[in-house]
């Protein structure tokens, strides 16, 4: 049997050394002896998403399409719910549905996704599923960092040669670098965007800091109306606009790595099923290539699907929002609530809804790494993300 370099490496004690260091978003790669390709590999460490897009799509993003620029190279975008949700899961349960059907169908052996520990249901714990039951018990977000990769070693040693893994964005990077070393005859990525994460901690301090029962969350949402959804134990809905969160106070509560990040929507997975393109209540498909489609066709008799739309103009109020969240301004309630129903009934939706998301979160990141890491703008940042933030006046 071949022996791989980082096979001779040592053994690494979880989380003893990240070579990323703050910017470290515990993807889980460097609890492995795939630590030995960290410098390669670490999406903190070296930006190179243009480069993998081209290896696994075939080609980068076309810039020139503002389709593309912003949701990465696709052959088809759509809005999707399943017909009969899975109950508990985080949207109608596409995603563990497509993992689901994989197993049953003898596509791969095994699927890399996250339960939660028995003590806490938002501690992540990633794991091999190998049947529908284990990928069930992986459902909804588990709204924090998580070593996904952590598993990878299991694969290897478990002789598994078909694999699914779901992931976000940064640990589908790291994973991407180090796919040839797996020893793999197939590896199908099926991401989630990703945005705003959090470790333990910090999550425990978002939920106290922004809901009435934090003790009792089951599940949130940043959602398409402009309000965070919490849902609680006894299946209640509390909804919080987000011009009212206490930004003063939430500041430093994402993790540096997710302040740092510029692949929101997942470029380098084969199929991506997030929200935020589709409109309320769907979930927003994006196939980046034959390998998505191979997945999506496995379950498209159980979905509803309809044409992404886009309305509105997302561009006044992303400009209007970069000094308030820079200054920490923070709204009265009453006033938040207003403003929340307001761009509701005007406010981009759909793919806008989407742009206006991307657009602030990577003005605010581009600045938070201008102030925090400045040697690393240059390099960190894609060509993609330099011309979206190109488009709006930052403070300094
Ligand atoms: C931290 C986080 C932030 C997100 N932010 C956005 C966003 O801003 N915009 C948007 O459109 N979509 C976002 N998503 C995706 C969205 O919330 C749903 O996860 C997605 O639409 C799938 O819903 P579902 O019902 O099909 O998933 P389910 O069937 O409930 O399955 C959820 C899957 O997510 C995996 N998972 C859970 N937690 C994590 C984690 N921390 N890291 C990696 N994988 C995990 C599980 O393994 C599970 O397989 C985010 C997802 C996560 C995990």
Request: with cysteine; glycine share 8%.
């Amino acid at each position: 049997m071949k022996v791989f370099p980082h096979q001779k490496a040592r053994a690494i004690k979880p989380g003893s050394r990240r070579p990323a260091k703050e910017l470290c978003s515990d993807c889980g790669l460097c609890d492995t002896y795939y630590i030995h390709y960290v410098k390669e590999a670490c999406a903190f460490l070296n930006q190179q998403i243009g480069e993998l897009e081209e290896e696994h799509h075939g080609r980068s993003r076309n810039l020139n399409s503002e389709d593309e620029r912003y949701f990465g190279v696709h052959q088809e975008m759509m809005a999707a719910r399943k017909q009969e949700p899975i109950p508990g899961a985080q949207w109608t349960g596409i995603v563990s549905t497509i993992a689901c059907e994989m197993l049953t169908a003898g596509i791969v052996e095994g699927v890399v996704c996250v339960q939660n520990t028995k003590e806490d249901r938002f501690a992540p714990m990633p794991v091999i599923a190998r049947t529908p039951e284990e990928v069930l018990a992986a459902k909804v977000n588990k709204p924090t960092l998580s070593p996904n990769l952590s598993v990878l070693e299991q694969v290897a040693e478990s002789g598994m040669k078909r694999l699914l893994v779901i992931g976000v964005g940064c640990q589908i990077q790291a994973l991407r670098a180090v796919e040839q070393q797996l020893g793999l005859e197939k590896l199908y990525v099926l991401g989630t965007p990703c945005v705003d994460n959090v470790t333990r901690a910090g999550l425990q301090k978002f939920l106290e800091t922004t809901s009435k029962s934090p003790d009792t969350v089951v599940h949130y949402e940043f959602m398409q109306d402009f309000r965070v959804h919490f849902k609680h134990e006894d299946g209640s809905i509390e909804k919080v606009p987000f011009f009212g969160l206490k930004t003063n106070q939430l500041k430093d509560v994402f993790a540096p790595s997710c302040m740092s990040c510029f692949d929101y929507v997942n470029g380098l997975a084969d199929l991506v099923v997030g929200y935020m393109g589709a409109p309320f209540g769907w979930q927003w498909i994006v196939v980046r290539n034959d390998l998505g489609r191979e997945m999506l066709d496995l379950v498209k008799d159980k979905l509803d699907t309809q044409a992404v739309m886009s309305k509105g103009d997302r561009q006044q109020a992303v400009q209007q929002s970069i000094p308030a969240y820079d200054k920490g301004v923070t709204l009265p309630l009453w006033a938040a609530k207003i403003m929340g129903v307001v761009i509701e009934k005007i406010g981009p939706k759909g793919l806008e809804y989407a742009r206006f998301s991307i657009d602030s979160h990577f003005t605010r990141n581009y600045l938070y790494l201008k102030r925090n890491h400045p040697e690393k703008l240059d390099d960190h940042v894609p060509e993609y993300a330099k011309q979206i933030v190109g488009q709006y006046q930052l403070p300094d």
